[in-house]
């Protein structure tokens, strides 16, 4: 029997795996960080049995009420990732998976790699309407990478989409990957709708060190780059100073900045109602989105999210935050759930990468209902 997590994304300490009936592991910090809950590691086992995987250390991790009523994923053969049973006692999450072949992966959600990444960028780059834009290098060398869809015009709305600045919210890219695959379609309807009134500037990938890393929520540096926006830098956070740079010089009217969330089984927004500069017009922009959303799928609620920003009191080193008082215009932070939609339950998959990226595709709808507002 034999655990590895040498690849990309991979995470977990191996303590004991040689009783397929207790199988002990531990989840893996962040780099120069405390932070933890991402994992993700194969399985190699000759065992004709059921096999116990105890997760030993979850109940210290970032969010342990995230493990709760939550269910790993496992896959076969790395394309489809479905949810195995999972027990959290308060301490141990414990998987139990009677394997169907000799090796089975386990992640915290499914996982995007790297090479999907680039896969993703150079596929859009193909497409007549879309360029791809080099922003500069991350900590560990790799590229910081921004795609252009549509014919950039003084009159039309700047719309930017960003994801996955913690890496682990791997549900983020796979929006990305959704949203892209319609608004790339010269067939959708939707799409040339948008394209004729708007550009979009997208960065798939916030995090590509990360990612690749296999951290949850920081970068190579240990810095958690949703709290960077105000003050960032070459030195420790270098993916939010070359976006940020490069918003200040394009302009923007729209952010979406797309996350996961790991205790909440909902997708909700949150806005900047606390930023200094919040006014009625924001807060139209902010409840048509959501109207909109309401009316494009069920996937989408506004009961549930996070607790609402004092006025003035919002926390400006947040994305979504810096960009609305910067720029004075619609920002919202969307999160997807690691676990499941409540609203809308799946028993085999729970909240999963496709219903992820159908998710990106339906919020272009939502956009155009609120594109000639937008300034």
Not at 51 to 69: E, F, L
Not at 127 to 144: A, F, H, K, P, S
Not at 328 to 334: D, F, G, I, W
């Amino acid at each position: 029997m034999k655990i590895t997590s040498n690849f990309d994304s991979g995470n977990i300490e191996i303590i004991q795996a040689t009783d397929p009936n207790n199988i002990q592991l531990a989840i893996r910090k962040d780099n120069q960080s405390d932070f933890y809950q991402w994992f993700h590691f194969r399985l190699n086992s000759p065992h004709a049995q059921m096999h116990k995987i105890h997760i030993v250390n979850a109940g210290q991790s970032a969010y342990p009420d995230g493990w709760k009523d939550y269910q790993a994923v496992a896959s076969y053969d790395r394309q489809t990732w479905f949810r195995v049973e999972s027990k959290y006692d308060g301490k141990t999450l414990t998987i139990t998976h009677y394997p169907e072949a000799e090796s089975v992966y386990f992640a915290y959600f499914a996982p995007y790699s790297y090479e999907r990444h680039q896969d993703l960028l150079h596929q859009a780059q193909n497409d007549y309407n879309c360029q791809l834009i080099e922003l500069g290098e991350t900590l560990d060398g790799r590229d910081m990478s921004m795609l252009v869809v549509g014919e950039p015009d003084d009159t039309k709305k700047k719309v930017w989409i960003i994801a996955r600045q913690h890496p682990g919210e791997t549900m983020a890219e796979w929006y990305i990957e959704g949203l892209l695959d319609r608004l790339l379609d010269e067939d959708d309807g939707v799409a040339r709708a948008l394209l004729a009134k708007a550009v979009f500037y997208i960065v798939p990938n916030m995090n590509p060190d990360g990612s690749v890393r296999g951290h949850l929520r920081t970068n190579a540096a240990g810095v958690n780059l949703n709290r960077e926006w105000q003050n960032p830098s070459m030195e420790q956070s270098p993916e939010v100073f070359l976006v940020r740079e490069k918003m200040l010089e394009i302009g923007l009217d729209m952010l979406l900045d797309v996350h996961g969330d790991e205790n909440l089984p909902y997708n909700f927004v949150a806005g900047s109602e606390g930023v200094p500069s919040y006014n009625e017009k924001m807060q139209q922009l902010e409840d048509a989105f959501k109207a909109a959303m309401l009316l494009v799928t069920p996937e989408f609620q506004t009961k549930f999210g996070y607790e609402r920003d004092e006025p003035g009191k919002a926390n400006l080193t947040v994305a979504s935050n810096w960009v609305a008082e910067q720029f004075k215009c619609l920002a919202y932070t969307l999160e997807m759930p690691f676990k499941d939609n409540a609203n809308l339950p799946d028993e085999a998959f729970g909240w999963s990468d496709v219903r992820s990226m159908k998710l990106g595709q339906d919020s272009l709808t939502a956009i155009l209902a609120v594109v000639d507002d937008l300034r």
